[in-house]
């Protein structure tokens, strides 16, 4: 998002929907001092025709950790270098102590708010280390888990915001590309409401083609017994076999929303879906979602009510298995639209003016970079680089576009330097002379200036001989 002025800023990664149309967290329950509910024995064995990829039971000894093999703990209130308050405005402090997240001998992961008698809030959040999951090419994922939400209602549910979530594996470690690398919400809940909500956020915010930070979300009330007073499996299935590539949510089976392909332009879906995913498991206290229904926390919210977790499992189908579908075959000599990258590092993604439309990276400064994994040169060498620009940098900022081959630490094999064309969507095509180069190569721009500022918004490049 650009300030008024036209300096570029980039955007703060809103995780969730801060108006009451899409989305938020389920509550998991069981007040301090009460006996957890049983929980299944393991997770359900793979239907057939699925492989499981990726499970964990949650058992082991009441008030031990859980498995730092396959999870990690988010701390704090943000991520290092990330934005405050998770983004999202939520107040508690994550930790990683088990009266905030542990095992309850009973099978269950629980994950519990609590409140010092300074008025502190507490609580816990986990994310498995892989950051892998998505479909194999052709086939399907799902992933699922049997939750019970915090068995809290009314005022003294005030406040509270549990979830079952997934990010774009490339927001791990940048923490300012959201929502363009997507993010797939499977279950959240708020307030004690018995609504289950699922979204998927992508594009840019505010607005776009996904209307953030609301995302494009659905709820419905969980069947049965509401969603506090007993478990309900949550699911997603992303399903790359269809026609038009779909996301369906489901609640006990019931598919009550679906997100697919043709509602976004090309250019977003890919941005949003051509990478793995990671799984969140957290309970967040106040911010934008529960503001949209009434607030809190607040003097009357009771502390100590738990979202217990039976299992999270990941299965896949069809295709070619497990691994993500291959990348690269891209042609040298082609238009490489920017924003096709295969990953990346400080890069944003937003709608273009150039012509024909679409995206293109904004706001790169020194020290980002992108990747485009199989680029073939062909047996005749090219020499030649050239790439679509604008700047709207002040006066005497500039930098350096650069193109290295094979890792982003390599020398580069040419660079143009660039400062500002006129404004942010002021386009130019600059040209650059190469060392030759010949055969397949995962290419790399990177973006080099001796100061801080962002330089430059690149739209497409393409190589010549």
């Known amino acids: 998002m650009r300030e008024p002025s036209g300096t570029p800023q980039r955007r703060r990664p809103l995780r969730r929907a801060l108006v009451a149309v899409v989305g938020t967290l389920g509550l998991a329950a069981a007040a ?200 309900h499996t949550y699911r997603v299935e992303w399903d790359r076999s269809t026609s038009v590539e779909e996301i369906r949510f489901y609640v006990d089976g019931n598919n009550f929303h679906t997100v697919r392909a043709n509602q976004v332009d090309a250019t977003t879906w890919a941005n949003a879906t051509n990478h793995g995913y990671f799984i969140i498991l957290n309970v967040a206290m106040g911010g934008g979602f529960p503001n949209a229904f009434g607030g809190g926390p607040d003097a009357g919210t009771q502390p100590g009510h738990s979202m217990l977790v039976d299992y999270v499992q990941v299965l896949s189908a069809g295709g070619s298995g497990t691994t993500p579908p291959p990348t690269g075959n891209r042609d040298a000599y082609g238009t490489i639209q920017a924003e096709s990258y295969d990953a990346q590092s400080g890069v944003m993604t937003e709608a273009t003016s150039d012509s024909g439309g679409g995206q293109n990276l904004g706001a790169l400064a020194n020290g980002d970079w992108v990747q485009y994994k199989g680029v073939n040169f062909g047996s005749s060498a090219a020499r030649q680089f050239s790439a679509r620009v604008a700047s709207g940098a002040g006066s005497g900022v500039s930098g350096l576009v650069e193109v290295r081959l094979d890792s982003r630490t390599s020398a580069p094999i040419g660079s143009f330097a660039v400062g500002n064309t006129g404004g942010w969507q002021s386009w130019r095509t600059i040209p650059a002379n190469i060392a030759s180069v010949t055969g397949t190569h995962d290419v790399y721009l990177t973006f080099t200036s001796g100061q801080p500022a962002d330089f430059v918004n690149v739209n497409w490049f393409t190589f010549g001989h």
């Open 32 to 231: 301090t001092g009460v006996v957890a509910p049983s929980a299944t024995a393991s997770a359900p064995p793979p239907p057939s025709g699925w492989t499981q990829v990726f499970a964990d039971d949650f058992d082991g000894a009441a008030g031990s950790g859980v498995d730092t093999a396959d999870w990690q703990y988010a701390t704090g209130t943000s991520y290092p270098g990330g934005p405050a308050n998770w983004g999202t405005g939520e107040i508690e402090t994550m930790t990683s102590r088990p009266e905030n997240v542990s095992l309850d001998g009973n099978g269950n992961l629980r994950i519990t708010p609590r409140r010092d008698a300074a008025g502190n809030w507490t609580s816990g959040r986990i994310e498995t280390r892989r950051t892998d999951f998505q479909p194999p090419a052709g086939g399907k994922l799902r992933v699922e888990a049997r939750i019970q939400v915090p068995n809290v209602t009314g005022a003294a549910a005030k406040g509270y915001w549990p979830a079952f979530w997934m990010l774009g594996g490339p927001y791990r470690g940048n923490y300012w590309n959201w929502p363009a690398v997507g993010e797939i919400d499977i279950m959240e809940n708020t307030q004690g409401l018995n609504t289950v909500w699922a979204t998927m956020h992508c594009g840019t915010s505010p607005g776009g083609p996904c209307n953030e930070t609301s995302g494009i979300g659905g709820s419905t009330a969980c069947p049965g017994a509401t969603c506090q007073a007993g478990f």
